[in-house]
Every structure is written in structure tokens, then in C-alpha cells.
């Protein structure tokens, strides 16, 4: 089937092709989306620097990924996945519409997995073999039509000047020779590489390639002379290297050491932390006479390719200290790490809360029948069928024969003819569905209807209060499934619908009724929990994300929080107050030093003196709620 596939290729993209409709009926149907992601890789840097260092005007070092069918591709190590924006590369700088395919998603996939003996990790090259040529060669698959220009020019653009002509022997050495080489020298000479166009350069080639596995993922390297040595310090933000000889006996004791040290500070996390080097100085002699070693062992531990500290012997004791200052020097803990008493927050459970208990089912499913027929809604038999399977479900009894397509049909015919008052037993079938893997996966692919009953649950006024506590419990089962909710309704990536869900929430939280107020505090807490999520997963790899979307939005935190902390101000229940502390405290917990403005907000809000007018109010009352209230003080203060 592939190969027909293939070679019908140019037939596919035409939606008018009568070999097409012969071949794949369904491709009758509209075609889907295919989307071109571009990233930065110099994170702006091209564009501060390019005209100084090449004299000319470079904005980017472009890399590009393809979406289509809400996945997206990319090349780095091999041919990589994932959800759209939810690659290590964050979000996107621009997005280009590449038109539309008519190719269904299983002939795509074969396609691509019979692309990944030619896109191999081997195969990589910086300037000849990479992410674009990869997003050029499925686009013109899909579409028949080409990435931009100035995308697949930029490796001859930037080589034709000469701080080019200066770095190409670099990029050479880490890539190979390269086919984009000019024919002649250009103009003036190469100029002198700086160490920080050489840093610039090895952290572009780590972002590149570091979808996966970083290209050397061994923590323990050789170097065989200073080049490869001088290459590795300034390559990783920690490196301990280990001068040694063949005829030296501490050495040989002191190695299994050294070894199981780097292993160690390397065990949590992708990334590597501590590179460790073996230096044999009677190879590699111009590294040992470039760094004075007279006597082996000796170790020299460095930070940023600055030499931090160096010790001779083998002393295990020194090894271990200087080895624990080196980790401490190049990943200081967060303040908030320092702070002791934190166990309330610490007890916080980092799930979301989740509405998976059925009401009265005989109760929901005879009110909702007579709503179907006091407003003169046809069911035909696919309704009745997936109405009978979703009673089940909820049920929590066997419904394989449930068709989640056949649902949402259903559900959009309901909710174009309910009014939204009279919705609430739908909705209270709905987020039980919602829970469902079918569900989730038909959502990812689609996510409008979810869209359509959160903007319903503040568009349309007044809402009842049933519909709108089903809506909001419809909201918070969204984060049962964390790719559909960190991908549609909490990042910013142009697909998102945070806006729908934040509109939500924020005029949930100022309803008069406690029981709406106690659920949207529920939702308050579950988008706080992506952003815990977020920090934990970037504290462990040096902040290093993959397989989520960016979500640590600072914008979008401090819109949050300025309503909770408002509501907070006026709120009599404690429950609604705990719910809402809890939500703080997340957004607080692990906030980007640098970046993050809600402690300071918090703190102009006077969290410590609402604190205790809840308990000189005597709302405040249960002890671990007080501790908790405590400790989101310490981290304001932090």
C-alpha cells in the first residue's frame, strides 16, 4: 500500500483527482491541515548579533518541524514525535500554513517510518542534512510545496561571509565535511572564533539534536588529545576531567571511583549534568602541557569552561567534595529547596482534581429523556444506542460497544436545540465520558465541542446554577488527560483555548453560590498543577522539557491569581478557601526567580494580612489549612 501510495503521490494532492476518490473515498471528505512550525534556535541571538559578527542582517537560525493530524514531526535524533508545540523547542515563533492534504494519517505514517533509514541520528548535519530538510521533504509529500525560502538558503548565506568561513572548520569538526562549502574563499579573511561564538554554536547544535538522547549521551568521555578535551569543557555547563597515565597505580585505584561518582550525579533526569573526561597525558600530552599537569592523578573540575578547582592524588574524600561543588556551582537549588518547613506544601498532591463519581443515574438519564422530549429532539438509532452505552458508563459498567464519533454527534445535536438551562443532565452524562481513553483520543484530534461547552458556560446568561457546576466539572475532567489539556486549553501555542477556559473560571469564581465558587477553585487547582508539573520536570533536567507544550505563562498566572486572590479576600467557606490557598501555592512553589511575578503580586495583595483576618474571623480553623497559609507566606518572603 506504501509503495502505490508513493508513487501516486502527485495524484494525492490534488483534491479533484478522480484516482484519488477511486483509491481513498474518504478523501472526499475536506482535507486536513498541514501546518510548518519555526523555531529560533538562537533563541534571538541571530538577530541581536548577525550583523556584527557577518555583516549581514540573519534573524533566525531556523529550525521547523510539520503538524498534521495534531502531531508533530521533526528531525534531530532520527525522526521524532510529538504532541504540536510540545517538543523540547517550546512554542513556535511562527506558524505557516502549508495548505491541506488528502492523504489519510495511516498512509503519512507509513510514509515516514520508511523515511527513518535515510533520517538517521548519523545522518545529522548542521549545514547539509537537517530539521529542514526533513520538514522539505514531507511537505512536498503532502502538499507539493516547498518550505520557505530563506529557511533552506540560510546555511549558504550564512557561509558566504567570514565569520561563516571561521566557523565552518568547527562545525566541520563536530559534523563533518560539509557539501555547502563555497567553491572559493570569500572577500576578507576568517576572523578569530570568540568563545562565545563558539557556545553559541554548540548550544544550537544541542537544540537541534537534542529532541532525543543529546547526540553523546555517555557521561564518561575519552579525550584522545586538547581539540576533543577543550571541545567537551565548553560543550557542558559541568565538566570533571581525570588526568591519567598507564603506568600509574592510584590512577587504576582512584578510576572505579571517578566513574561511579559522574554514573551517580547523572542518574535523575535526560540531560547530562557532570560530563565526565579520562585524559591518558601520555596520548593526549599537548592537553597536559596545556594545563600544567605534572603528576597523576590529577582532577580539574570546571564550570562554564572556567577551571573552578583542582587536586592531585587520589584522594576519594576530595573527589567526592569537589565533584558535590562543582553540582552545586553549575545547578544551585532553587530558594525554595532551602526553605525547611514546607510540609504542607510538599503534602499537596500534584494531581488534579477530578469529578469521577456518578450522580443518581436513574435520576440524570430520566431528566434528560424528558428534556429530549419536551423540546422535540429526533433520536435516531445511533442516539439511542450511544445514550443506552453512556448509562453504562456511567455505571462503571462493560460499554465496548460504545462509538465515541456517534457521542459527539449527539451531544452537538443537544446542545443546538437545549437551551442551556436545561443542559445539566447532558453534561452530567459528558464529564463522565470525558474520562474515557476514546475520548481523550477523539478530543486531541478534535477539541470544538469541549470549546463550544465551556464558552456556553459563560456566553450565554444567566446560566442555572446545574449547568454551570456540570460545566465546570466538564473543565476539571479535562485534566484527567494531560496531552489534550496541556496542548488545547493551558498553552499558549496558537491551537489553544486557554482564553475559553480562563473566561470560565475567573467569572465561576465571583458567583454568589459558595458550591460553584468551591468547584471553580477545583479548576483553579487543576491549571495550577500543569504549571507544577511544568517546574518539576525543568528542576530535574536543567530546565529541559519535553513531551508537554510550554504552560509556565506568566501572563496568564497572574490573571489567575489576581482573581483568586480576590476571591479569596471575600471568601466565608473554608473549604473554597482551601482549594484556593492550594492554588497559590502551586502557582508560587518553584517560580522562575528571574521570570515569575506572582510572588510579588501575591505579596502587593497582602496574602499574610488576608491570612489573618480569615482567622481572626475564625474562618480559618482546621490546623493543616492554617499550615499551609503559613508556608505560602514563607515562599513570598523567599
Not at 588 to 599: K, Q, V
Amino acid at each position: 500500500m506504501l509503495e502505490n501510495a508513493i508513487n501516486a503521490c502527485t495524484f494525492l494532492i490534488q483534491p479533484k483527482s478522480t484516482f484519488l476518490l477511486e483509491i481513498f473515498p474518504l478523501a472526499t471528505m475536506s482535507g486536513e491541515k498541514v501546518k510548518l512550525y519555526i523555531y529560533d534556535l538562537s533563541k534571538g541571538l541571530a538577530r541581536q548579533m548577525s550583523m556584527s559578527l557577518t555583516g549581514k542582517q540573519i534573524d533566525g537560525i531556523w529550525h521547523t518541524s510539520v503538524v498534521v493530524y495534531h502531531k508533530e514531526f521533526f528531525f534531530g535524533q532520527g525522526i521524532m514525535t510529538s504532541v504540536p508545540g510540545g517538543s523540547h523547542h517550546g512554542q513556535p515563533l511562527e506558524v505557516v500554513d502549508m495548505g491541506e492534504t488528502y492523504l489519510p494519517e495511516e498512509v503519512i505514517i507509513d510514509y515516514i517510518e520508511s523515511q527513518r533509514n535515510v533520517f538517521t541520528p548519523e545522518s545529522y548535519h548542521l549545514l547539509d542534512f537537517n530539521c529542514n530538510t526533513f520538514s522539505e521533504n514531507l511537505c512536498q509529500f503532502l502538499t507539493g510545496r516547498s518550505i520557505p525560502a530563506h529557511i533552506t538558503g540560510l546555511p549558504a548565506e550564512f557561509l558566504n561571509t567570514p565569520f561563516g568561513q571561521s566557523m565552518l572548520p568547527m562545525i566541520e569538526g563536530m559534523f563533518g565535511q560539509s557539501q555547502a562549502r563555497p567553491p572559493a574563499p570569500v572577500a576578507a579573511p576568517p576572523a578569530p572564533v570568540s568563545s562565545e561564538s563558539l557556545g553559541m554554536l554548540q548550544d544550537i547544535s544541542s537544540a537541534a539534536l537534542s529532541a532525543a538522547p543529546p547526540q553523546t549521551p555517555k557521561p564518561i568521555q575519552v579525550a584522545q588529545n586538547l581539540s576533543s578535551l577543550e571541545r567537551w569543557i565548553e560543550s557542558y555547563k559541568a565538566t570533571a576531567v581525570f588526568f591519567t597515565s598507564a603506568g600509574c597505580g592510584p590512577c587504576r585505584m582512584i578510576k572505579p571511583d571517578f566513574e561511579r561518582l559522574v554514573e551517580e550525579k547523572n542518574s535523575s533526569g535526560t540531560k547530562i549534568k557532570i560530563l565526565g573526561v579520562i585524559v591518558d597525558t601520555s596520548v593526549a600530552y599537548d592537553a597536559a602541557a596545556k594545563y600544567g599537569v605534572r603528576a597523576t592523578p590529577t582532577f580539574m573540575f570546571f564550570h562554564k569552561g572556567e577551571k573552578l578547582s583542582e587536586f592531585k592524588g587520589a584522594n576519594f574524600a576530595e573527589l567526592q567534595s569537589s565533584m558535590n561543588l562543582l553540582l552545586f556551582t553549575a545547578y544551585p537549588p532553587h530558594p525554595h529547596r532551602k526553605i525547611v518547613k514546607l510540609r504542607s506544601i510538599f503534602d499537596l498532591p500534584n494531581k488534579p482534581v477530578l469529578y469521577a463519581t456518578p450522580g443518581k443515574v436513574d435520576m440524570v438519564f430520566g431528566k434528560l429523556n424528558a428534556f429530549l422530549e419536551e423540546y422535540c429532539i429526533d433520536m435516531n438509532e445511533y442516539d439511542k444506542t450511544v445514550l443506552a452505552e453512556s448509562k453504562k458508563i456511567m455505571q462503571k459498567e462493560n460499554s465496548s460497544t460504545f462509538i465515541i464519533s456517534h457521542w459527539a454527534d449527539f451531544t452537538d445535536k443537544c446542545l443546538e436545540k437545549l437551551p442551556s438551562n436545561q443542559q445539566f443532565p447532558l453534561l452530567d452524562v459528558f464529564r463522565t465520558v470525558l474520562l474515557t481513553q476514546s475520548a481523550s483520543d477523539y478530543y486531541t484530534k478534535d477539541c470544538s465541542q469541549l470549546v463550544r461547552i465551556l464558552e456556553n458556560g459563560y456566553k450565554h446568561t444567566p446560566v442555572s446554577k446545574a449547568t454551570i457546576l456540570m460545566t465546570l466539572r466538564v473543565a476539571c475532567n479535562l485534566f484527567a488527560h494531560n496531552n489534550l489539556t496541556t496542548t488545547y486549553f493551558t498553552s499558549s501555542l496558537p491551537e489553544s483555548h486557554r482564553a475559553s477556559l480562563t473566561q470560565l473560571l475567573i467569572n465561576s469564581l465571583l458567583s454568589a453560590d459558595s458550591q460553584v465558587r468551591q468547584t471553580a477553585a477545583s479548576l483553579a487547582f487543576n491549571c495550577s498543577t500543569v504549571i507544577a508539573e511544568e517546574r518539576l520536570k525543568k528542576e530535574k533536567d536543567d530546565g529541559y522539557l519535553s513531551g508537554m507544550a510550554e504552560q509556565d505563562d506568566d501572563d496568564w498566572q497572574i490573571e489567575i491569581v489576581s482573581a483568586v486572590m480576590d476571591v479569596l479576600a471575600k471568601e466565608t467557606d473554608e473549604e473554597v478557601v482551601h482549594r484556593l490557598l492550594a492554588a497559590i501555592s502551586k502557582f508560587l512553589f518553584l517560580a522562575p526567580t528571574e521570570t515569575s511575578s506572582i510572588a510579588e503580586l501575591v505579596g502587593a495583595l497582602d496574602i499574610k494580612g488576608v491570612i489573618e483576618a480569615k482567622k481572626a474571623e475564625n474562618i480559618l480553623k482546621t490546623p493543616s489549612i492554617i499550615a499551609l497559609a503559613q508556608e505560602i507566606n514563607l515562599l513570598v518572603n523567599a
